[in-house]
């Protein structure tokens, strides 16, 4: 079975490859590298141990993406591709709305073209908006108070209005909650540009001597010790719900929306121990403001996906931030020499 994966070279998409080629899957990469670097690519050439075909290309362009249905036969596609920082959404929601939701409906149409009707989609736990109550299972309210996320919001429904107009196209919505950590080998990770706006890079970078002090944003939330908690999952925990999902594809007979956590939640405080006690690294911080558009807490109910895909994360907090770290000390600068 052939999948397309676009935006394979991004952080979870690198990831997943290794997975899907582990499981047996032959799978196409593209990407149009606007936020990743080929260099992923060969590295997870050298982990599998052969070459991974990569197309470059952009999802709004339809010639693009035709070059790869007709180079390939595919049979499904795993859907990584898009813009994902918040800050720049609403800053440039055109930009967003045009990669992501744009970028989606060409991809769609150009797999309705070639016979293809299989998508595993990246949705987020972002779609939860600020959850009345915690765990989160996939029923909660959905909201939006960004253009990512509510360019997220939009897939989501036209996925879905999709299958309501043809029965005959197979879909899964997995909501990721805050994927971190590395693959084991150390060599792929996570590479944001600039300064990072995620926790865990920016831990990493402190720790490395990068950034020279974390800023904790907010200390007076109703959560443990005040500061935010969030559902971290190991980015190979994550890689394997999209292989389950795959797996399981062609025995759902609805468009299924799946939650992609642990069920624990930690807070900025508990990771940063975390990350401490397994780097050996102190990591300097201060307590900022909050930040705009943040909630207090938010961590998944994930007994659907045991149910339904007889996944669950197996990896703990310390895992993640060993493989962070381990990753993060042999590539001081990410993918650039
Ligand atoms: P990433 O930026 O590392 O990967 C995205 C990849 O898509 C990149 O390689 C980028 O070059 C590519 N891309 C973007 N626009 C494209 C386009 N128009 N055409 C072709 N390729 C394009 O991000 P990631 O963390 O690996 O996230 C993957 C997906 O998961 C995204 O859709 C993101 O919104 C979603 N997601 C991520 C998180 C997270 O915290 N990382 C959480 C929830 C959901
Ligand atoms: N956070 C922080 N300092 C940072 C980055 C993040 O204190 O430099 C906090 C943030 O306020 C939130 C948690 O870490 O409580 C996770 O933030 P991240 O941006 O990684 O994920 P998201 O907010 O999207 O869940």
Avoid at 22 to 45: H, M, P, Q, T, W
Avoid at 140 to 145: M, Y
Wanted: glycine share 8%; with cysteine.
């Amino acid at each position: 079975m052939r999948i397309l994966v676009t935006g394979g070279a991004g952080y979870i998409g690198s990831h997943t490859c290794i997975l899907l080629v582990e499981a047996g899957y032959d799978i196409v990469v593209f990407d149009n590298f606007c936020n990743a670097s080929k260099e992923s690519i060969l590295r997870v050439d050298k982990i599998v141990g052969k070459t991974i075909p990569l197309i470059e290309g952009d999802i709004r362009n339809k010639e693009d993406l035709t070059r790869a249905f007709e180079a390939y036969a595919i049979d499904a596609v795993i859907h990584f591709a898009g813009l994902k920082a918040v800050g720049e959404s609403v800053e440039k929601p055109l930009a967003y709305y045009d990669n992501n939701i744009y970028g989606t409906l060409i991809l769609c149409e150009v797999m309705a073209a070639h016979g293809c009707k299989s998508i595993v989609f990246s949705s987020s736990a972002t779609v939860y908006g600020d959850p009345h109550s915690t765990p989160i299972t996939e029923d909660f309210p959905l909201s939006a108070t960004n253009p990512y996320g509510r360019s997220k919001l939009f897939i989501e429904e036209m996925l879905r209005d999709l299958y309501v107009s043809d029965s005959e196209w197979q879909i899964i919505l997995l909501r990721y909650f805050n994927p971190i950590g590395a693959h084991e080998s150390g060599t792929i990770g996570e590479d944001p540009n600039g300064i990072p706006n995620n926790l865990l890079p920016f831990i990493a970078q402190t720790a490395i001597g990068t950034r020279a002090c974390l800023s904790v944003f907010g200390d007076d939330y109703d959560t443990v010790d005040g500061t935010g908690v969030r559902d971290y999952i190991h980015v190979m925990d994550l890689a394997d719900g999209h292989v389950k999902a795959l797996d399981k594809m062609h025995t759902f007979s609805e468009v299924m929306t799946i939650n992609l956590g642990t069920g624990k939640g930690y807070s900025v405080l508990e990771v940063l121990k975390a990350f401490e006690r397994t780097s050996g690294k102190n990591v300097p911080y201060v307590i900022a403001p909050r930040r705009t558009g943040d909630i207090a807490s938010c961590f998944a109910d994930p007994s659907y996906a045991q149910k339904i895909l007889q996944w669950r994360a197996k990896r703990g907090i310390e895992e993640m931030c060993k493989d962070s770290w381990r990753w993060q000390s042999s590539n001081p600068n990410g993918y650039k020499c």
